[in-house]
């Protein structure tokens, strides 16, 4: 049985270990801290097999070195297009990372944007996206662009609606809060932000999500929406032409005005 483990870092990001309960043996998701992965891994008794980069930035791969120090030779996927220390395998669109260990295959997403090498491992319904898609919201462009980061959100949409999204921070009612600016009508944003209100009263995680979810409360997944260009356009004071151009314009706005 697979299992995904949520270990909870820093002030709001997650690592994810995804775990075959049976072999006891796990793949490690942008562990940024190796201290309360190598703690949750000793306490359920599983082994490492593998480490899984998403993208180069130091909160996703800054526990690298203890975690090799901790169980050596553990090979190190990551993006073939940006340097990140001990990266043994490199990966771009359409590879395969195959964990015999675990039981599982992942398929390689190019979705730059984010950063300009960014990419996602897809397979049994689950997609490991980094800071790409995040919860009703995306990351901002860090040395990618607009067009790139708005067509990998596009390349996401084409998964199936159940895919499970499993991104690195714990962002979701914050940007539920930026969604209520765009869309301040839309009744599934406020449905979708009082239930993860409760999760995280109860001490629960937002994310994983479904795509499903995303595409009624994400408004950078909403891009075609007329009342999301509308608004898009009051706010930038002009005519936009494109999704593309909606979506930077949304993008500005938030980083601006709103984080």
Same mark, same amino acid.
């Given at each position: 049985?697979?299992?995904?483990? $949520?270990?909870?870092?820093? &002030?709001?990001?997650? %690592?994810?270990?995804?775990?075959?309960?049976?072999?006891?043996? /796990?793949?490690?998701?942008?562990?940024?801290?190796?201290?309360? @992965?190598?703690?949750?891994?000793?306490?359920?008794?599983?082994?490492?097999?593998?480490?899984?980069?998403?993208?180069?930035?130091?909160? *996703? +791969?800054?526990?690298?070195?203890?975690?090799?120090?901790?169980? !050596?030779?553990?090979?190190?996927?990551?993006?073939?297009?940006?340097?990140? !220390?001990? %990266?043994?395998?490199?990966?771009?669109? $359409?590879?395969? +990372? *195959?964990?015999? &260990?675990? $039981?599982?295959?992942?398929? +390689?997403?190019?979705?730059?944007?984010?950063?300009?090498?960014?990419? /996602?491992?897809?397979?049994? $319904?689950?997609?490991?996206?980094?800071? =790409?898609?995040?919860? &009703?919201?995306?990351?901002?462009?860090?040395?990618?662009?607009?067009?790139?980061?708005?067509?990998?959100?596009?390349?996401?949409?084409?998964?199936?609606?159940? #895919?499970?999204?499993?991104? #690195?921070?714990?962002?979701? @009612?914050?940007?539920?809060?930026?969604?209520?600016? +765009?869309?301040?009508?839309?009744?599934?944003?406020?449905?979708?932000?009082? /239930?993860?209100?409760?999760?995280?009263?109860?001490?629960?995680? #937002?994310?994983?999500?479904?795509?499903?979810?995303?595409?009624?409360?994400?408004?950078?997944?909403?891009?075609?929406?007329?009342?999301?260009?509308?608004?898009?356009?009051?706010? /930038?004071?002009?005519?936009? *032409?494109? !999704?593309?151009?909606?979506?930077?314009?949304?993008?500005?706005?938030?980083? =601006?005005?709103?984080?």
């Amino acid at each position: 049985m697979i299992q995904v483990i $949520g270990v909870s870092a820093f &002030s709001d990001n997650y %690592i994810w270990l995804i775990t075959n309960e049976e072999r006891k043996k /796990a793949a490690i998701v942008d562990p940024g801290d190796a201290k309360p @992965v190598i703690h949750e891994l000793k306490q359920r008794g599983i082994a490492p097999v593998a480490i899984l980069i998403t993208h180069h930035h130091s909160d *996703n +791969v800054s526990g690298i070195p203890e975690l090799l120090a901790t169980y !050596p030779d553990l090979p190190v996927y990551g993006p073939a297009n940006e340097s990140v !220390p001990h %990266i043994t395998h490199r990966l771009a669109e $359409g590879q395969t +990372v *195959n964990l015999e &260990s675990i $039981g599982l295959s992942f398929g +390689v997403l190019d979705i730059p944007g984010h950063t300009a090498g960014h990419i /996602a491992y897809y397979g049994d $319904g689950n997609l490991f996206c980094g800071d =790409t898609l995040l919860g &009703s919201g995306c990351g901002r462009v860090s040395d990618g662009t607009m067009t790139a980061l708005h067509n990998s959100l596009y390349r996401i949409a084409q998964l199936p609606v159940e #895919t499970l999204i499993y991104c #690195t921070h714990e962002y979701t @009612v914050e940007n539920l809060g930026f969604a209520k600016w +765009v869309e301040p009508d839309n009744k599934d944003i406020d449905e979708h932000l009082d /239930a993860c209100r409760e999760l995280l009263d109860a001490g629960r995680a #937002t994310v994983p999500f479904t795509l499903e979810n995303e595409f009624k409360s994400n408004p950078f997944l909403r891009t075609h929406i007329p009342e999301v260009i509308r608004k898009i356009e009051e706010v /930038a004071g002009q005519e936009l *032409n494109t !999704p593309s151009e909606v979506f930077a314009a949304m993008r500005i706005w938030k980083d =601006t005005e709103y984080d």
